[in-house]
């Protein structure tokens, strides 16, 4: 099952504030609009998505159809399979996409401990 790129979003409460901290461990933005909330970071292959105000969580994120620089790939399994593989595999969705659609969609579960996870197609 490929999920695509990882990313961990963060529910903080400065964004300025952990934009400095998680600088100091080697991490620059390369995405988002601080004006609304909300930057992407990356240190290598690693990415925090910094969130204030948008949830209440931190949540696990999978992107299909991208890889961890956020290019589109050739080829991927597209959210609404996944969404049909996890069913048949007894996994209980929280959140489901609209299987007679295409392109951007997403679906999102949550594991024994309560941690969400989101799986977010943007293609």
Known sequence: MQLGAFSVSLAVQDLERSRLFYEQLGFLPFAGDADQGWLMLRNG?????????????????????????????????????????LREKGAEL??????????????????????????????
């Open 45 to 85: 292959e690693h990415v925090l998505g910094l969130f204030q105000g948008m949830f209440e969580r931190n949540i696990l994120t999978f992107n299909p159809g991208w890889n961890q620089q956020c290019e589109d790939l050739d080829s991927f399994t597209d959210v609404r399979q996944l969404q049909s593989m």
């Open 94 to 123: 929280a959140s489901v996409a609209e299987e007679s659609t295409s392109g951007p969609a997403s679906i999102s579960l949550i594991d024994p401990d309560g941690n969400q996870i989101l799986i977010d197609q943007h293609r």
